[in-house]
């Protein structure tokens, strides 16, 4: 197999029977779109929609150390997730650029599963067993170990009920557990990059098809589609949620991405990017960074990522991510600007489109907020 080929998940030739429309993604081939975008966007909103997210990296890091070692990779407090919780964090360089944003989850006493994003995963995999010299535990490329599929939406709960008798109850945001769904051995994780309510199942890859069939039928009478990654950027974008290569790079360290949060300086022992990190937090004290914001456009065009976003004639920012958002009915975007235009609010922003400034309303993220 030639290193240019995409790499196929297990899902591909249903996704293809489905007539999808598949593009490269990070080595990938994957599905973008089944029909319309719009309608997928909106089944998530309102009912359900199935998600194929098999091109994520799992690394599971085990042993008497793998704590140890994921608080000195890693920039949050992993020694302190509870089994069976999950947590939001990042793996930054020495100098505090964020090579990625990632979900922990600590799925027994000494053995934990890093996700990566698809782009970052063998980054993310070379940069921990770098850093898991001197430690007492095992860092292993888990990729081909896992498929993963993802029901969100308001009707995921009850669709994946149906199919199981795990405590879905009981299960809480960011957190995860063994299971059994439609008779197929599965980690149910309460997590998602929708802004809805929903869950994320991974499962061995010759279980896959068998329960994408299974919560096709099972979502049958409630309206759940299958939903392509177009759909799932438009959903992540209303909901304010960061994308690497878009909000997210190595040129940015998390207080420059307004989520500085995700360091924990006061955990035990030094970690990677420490020293730059805490430069960074006290810089962003005195010369407040470029804040990230949400646009709303007042007119119909669409800003794309690295459009110039201008006030009074001078550049004070750039769009990370644009598009039409189904569910506010406008275009919107996600930039960096400069402190000083980033209160919601603030009058005569535009985004240079063309050389045309087009007008745009600066708003607090996310657009979006489900009702609980």
């Not at 009478?221 to 177009?230: A, H």
């Not at 949620?241 to 420059?256: A, K, V």
Request: with cysteine.
């Amino acid at each position: 197999m030639s290193s240019t080929a995409p790499r196929l998940t297990a899902l591909d030739a249903l996704h293809r029977a489905l007539g999808a429309t598949m593009t490269d993604f990070a080595g990938w081939d994957m599905p973008l779109r089944y029909g319309s975008e719009r309608d997928e966007h909106n089944a998530v909103r309102t009912k359900a929609g199935l998600f194929d997210l098999s091109h994520m990296g799992e690394i599971t890091v085990t042993g008497p150390q793998a704590a140890a070692l994921l608080n000195f990779a890693l920039v949050g407090n992993i020694a302190s997730v509870g089994l069976g919780r999950a947590r939001y964090t990042m793996i930054c360089r020495e100098d505090g650029g964020i090579l990625d944003d990632l979900i922990v989850y600590r799925l027994a006493e000494t053995e934990y599963m890093v996700v990566a994003n698809a782009s970052n995963a063998q980054v993310v995999l070379d940069a921990l067993v770098e850093r898991s010299a001197g430690f007492d535990a095992e860092v292993r490329d888990d990729r081909d170990a896992y498929a993963l599929i993802a029901v969100q939406g308001p009707e995921s709960p009850g669709i994946l009920k149906s199919l199981t008798d795990a405590d879905l109850d009981g299960l809480k945001y960011y957190a995860g557990l063994p299971g059994t769904v439609a008779g197929v051995p599965a980690l149910i994780a309460r997590t998602g990059y929708t802004g809805e309510d929903g869950f994320e199942l991974f499962v061995k890859p010759e279980h896959a098809v068998e329960l994408w069939r299974a919560l096709t039928k099972a979502g049958e009478g409630v309206g759940l589609i299958p939903c392509g990654l177009s759909c799932r950027d438009t959903l992540r974008l209303e909901a304010g949620m960061p994308l690497y290569g878009h909000e997210l790079n190595t040129s940015l360290t998390p207080f420059d991405a307004g989520l500085g949060r995700v360091v924990k300086f006061e955990k035990e022992g030094d970690f990677v990017g420490r020293e730059a990190l805490a430069e960074a937090a006290a810089r962003a004290e005195t010369a407040p960074p470029r804040v990230l914001v949400g646009l709303i456009a007042e007119g119909r065009r669409v800003p794309r990522a690295g459009y110039a976003v201008v006030a009074d004639g001078q550049v004070i920012g750039e769009v990370t991510s644009g598009a039409p958002s189904p569910t506010l009915g406008k275009p919107i975007a996600m930039a960096y600007v400069d402190a000083a235009h980033s209160a919601p609010g603030t009058s005569g922003v535009g985004v240079d489109i063309r050389g045309s400034h087009e007008p745009y309303e600066v708003v607090a993220l996310p657009f979006y907020k489900r009702q609980k």
